[in-house]
């Protein structure tokens, strides 16, 4: 991805998705996240410690290309999407604790993200080309990703009709030029998809399933209810998948199209792994209600 136009597209698309999101949060989504101190510790620990080591070792077992290691760790590394909330609200989980985590993550992931890359780049890729996400990367990163969401924040906070007629529209200009920039990409390397899929298929498929999992069943083995429980899997299953693509993608951080593809492959099937996980947590939840209520009163 050499081209002038996705030298400026896409550090500029990352830019207004970074602001549409800034748009979208305040305070209060934040300060939502001190009612249940012990799911977001819970909930941040699954995303940031337990989803890059899972992903190491499924890196680790298949031995895919180097780069394809680094893209899977990027993408390991990315927080929750704004996809999470929508998933939540179809499938009755907890959205404002999703809102906030999202929030959170965004804001966490301002540093996890750049350090779970790097340290990926120096040891699946130290013997290659200087590719990297080096000091100055760490910097550019940091900068498209936390100027955009403070002025998101602050046109929130003080002209907030402005920012909500403006939230729509800027999601929509990030997704077209992104979407735009991806097809050129996936077209240059038409040749090589069928093997890039082979190679990340199976791995993108186990850390998905297993992202789900552990996002419901780690809350629930410590008490936490249905609903907050969906919203943590759908948190930690949903990756961003938007900002790793952007970040592989563009010449200004990573520039390279291989490291894009799991993120890529991740994106699509997220979206149907995550709506069959719904619906079956729901009927186990009707199932148990109704359980419950045809069970005799404890005495």
């Known amino acids: 991805m050499d081209s002038s136009i996705a030298t400026i597209a896409l ?41 890059p080591l899972l992903c190491l070792g499924l890196v680790l077992a298949f031995q895919p290309p180097p780069a394809l290691a680094v893209g899977m760790m990027l993408l390991s ?36 993200l750049p350090l779970i890359t790097n340290l990926a780049l ?3 890729m130290s013997d290659g080309d200087t590719l990297g996400l080096q000091a100055d990367k760490v910097l550019q990163v940091f900068a498209i990703i936390l100027i955009p969401v403070a002025v998101g924040m602050v046109l929130r906070a003080r002209a907030q009709a402005f920012a909500l007629r403006m939230e729509r529209p800027v999601k929509a200009a990030s997704v077209v030029v992104l979407v735009g920039v991806i097809l050129t990409a996936v077209y240059q390397e038409l040749d090589n998809i069928g093997d890039y899929i082979v190679a ?9 399933l297993a992202s789900l999992a552990i996002g419901y069943w780690a809350p629930r083995a410590l008490g936490t209810g249905r609903p907050e429980a969906i919203a943590s899997c759908m948190e930690i299953g949903l990756h961003n998948t938007t900002l790793s693509l952007a970040i592989a993608l563009s010449p200004a951080l990573l520039g390279n199209t291989e ?22 947590l729901n009927r186990r939840g009707v199932r148990d209600d109704a359980a419950r209520q045809a069970a005799p009163p404890v005495p």
């Open 11 to 51: 550090p500029a698309a990352l830019a207004v998705i970074m602001l549409g999101l800034g748009l979208s949060l305040t305070t209060a989504d934040f300060v939502r996240l001190l009612r249940v101190p012990g799911t977001v510790a819970l909930i941040l620990g699954c995303q940031i410690v337990v989803l």
């Open 77 to 112: 590394a990315s927080p929750g999407g704004t996809t999470a909330s929508l998933y939540s609200y179809l499938f009755r989980g907890n959205v404002a604790l999703n809102i906030s985590l999202t929030a959170l993550n965004s804001l966490t992931a301002m540093v996890t």
């Open 122 to 124: 120096a040891h699946f």
């Open 200 to 208: 990340v298929g199976l791995m993108v498929v186990l850390f998905n």
């Open 259 to 280: 490291i894009a593809i799991p993120s890529a492959v991740y994106g699509v099937l997220m979206l149907f792994t995550a709506a069959a996980t719904g619906l079956l």
